[in-house]
C-alpha cells in the first residue's frame, strides 16, 4: 500500500484579497480532484505576499503550516510553470507565484522532486495550484 502523497496549495492574491474568496477558490479547486483542505501538508506563496492578512487567516483557518518563499527560489521553477505572468514578475520578482510556490514548497517538504497535480486557478483576485510529491 503506498503512502499518500504530500500536497502543497501555492496561493497568489491581490492586496487585501478576502478569506472568503481564498478558501472558495481552494476549496472548489481541491473539489474538483476529488480532494479537500484536510489532504494539504501545507501553503506557499511568495515573500512579497507575507504581510497579506487574508493568506495568514486561510493559514490559521484550516490549521496549516503556510511558508512564503523568496523570488530567487520560485524563479527556479519558471520553466515548470503552466503559464507565466508579466504583472506577476514585476510585482513580486518571479512569473508564477502560485504553481512556483508549489511546486518549491513541496520539494523542500520531501526532499524529492514535485509535480503539478493542479495548474493555476483563479478568481477575480486570488490564484491557487497544488503540488504533488509521492513517497
Given at each position: 500500500m503506498s503512502e499518500r502523497p504530500?500536497?502543497?496549495?501555492?496561493l497568489g492574491c491581490r492586496r487585501d484579497c478576502s478569506l472568503d474568496e481564498l478558501l472558495a477558490l481552494l476549496d472548489s479547486t481541491l473539489a474538483e480532484h476529488g480532494s479537500n483542505p484536510a489532504e494539504l501538508a501545507?501553503?506557499?506563496?511568495?515573500?512579497?505576499k507575507a504581510d497579506e492578512p487574508g493568506l495568514q487567516r486561510l493559514a490559521a483557518h484550516l490549521n496549516l503550516p503556510i511558508r512564503f518563499l523568496p523570488a530567487e527560489v520560485l524563479a527556479g521553477y519558471?520553466?515548470?510553470l503552466s503559464e507565466t505572468s508579466a504583472k506577476a514578475l514585476q510585482v513580486t520578482g518571479t512569473p508564477g507565484v502560485a504553481e512556483a510556490s508549489a511546486?518549491?514548497?513541496?520539494e523542500q517538504l520531501?526532499?524529492?522532486?514535485?509535480r503539478l497535480w493542479i495548474t493555476k486557478r483563479k478568481s477575480a483576485a486570488a490564484t491557487?495550484?497544488?503540488?504533488?510529491?509521492?513517497?
Open positions: 504530500t500536497l502543497v496549495a501555492g501545507a501553503l506557499a506563496s511568495s515573500a512579497h519558471h520553466g515548470r511546486l518549491a514548497l513541496a520531501s526532499g524529492q522532486p514535485a491557487v495550484a497544488v503540488a504533488r510529491v509521492h513517497r
